[in-house]
Nanobody, 129 residues
Framework: QVQLVESGGGLVQAGGSLRLSCAAS????????MGWFRQAPGKEREFVAV????????SYADSVKGRFTISRDNAENTVNLQMNSLKPDDTAVYYC??????????????????????WGQGTQVTVSS
């Protein structure tokens, strides 16, 4: 099992940027596909972005394509989410999650959120208008 801790959330005006980070406590970080999910008030948790074990394959939800970028540093055991051009609809608690890297295709994981078994506690992102 891998322990995950998110950071970087906060309050930002519409059009602004935030960078979220997730620190993983594990001795085999490269064995995990990493993802970001979010849950807005009154809504179900939704997929945001995923990155494969090497960082060479990424997939995004249509709602964030062109604005968000997921990345990872396997030497530091971290995964990041750069969020630009933020909108009020991006307001949510953002969660970092890990899944066993049985595939190198990030899209495989975007279609199967139940593969993510390890979750962080979440970090609040609030975008004001």
């Amino acid at each position: 099992q891998v322990q995950l801790v998110e950071s970087g959330g906060g309050l930002v005006q519409a059009g602004g940027s935030l960078r979220l980070s997730c620190a993983a406590s594990t001795r085999s970080f490269r064995s995990y596909t990493m993802g970001w999910f979010r849950q807005a008030p009154g809504k179900e948790r939704e997929f945001v972005a995923v990155i494969n074990w090497s960082g060479g394959s990424t997939s995004y939800a249509d709602s964030v394509k062109g604005r968000f970028t997921i990345s990872r540093d396997n030497a530091e055991n971290t995964v990041n989410l750069q969020m630009n051009s933020l909108k009020p609809d991006d307001t949510a608690v953002y969660y970092c999650a890990a899944a066993p890297a049985d595939s190198s295709n990030s899209y495989y994981y975007a279609l199967r959120p139940t593969l993510f078994r390890n979750w962080g506690q979440g970090t609040q992102v609030t975008v004001s208008s």
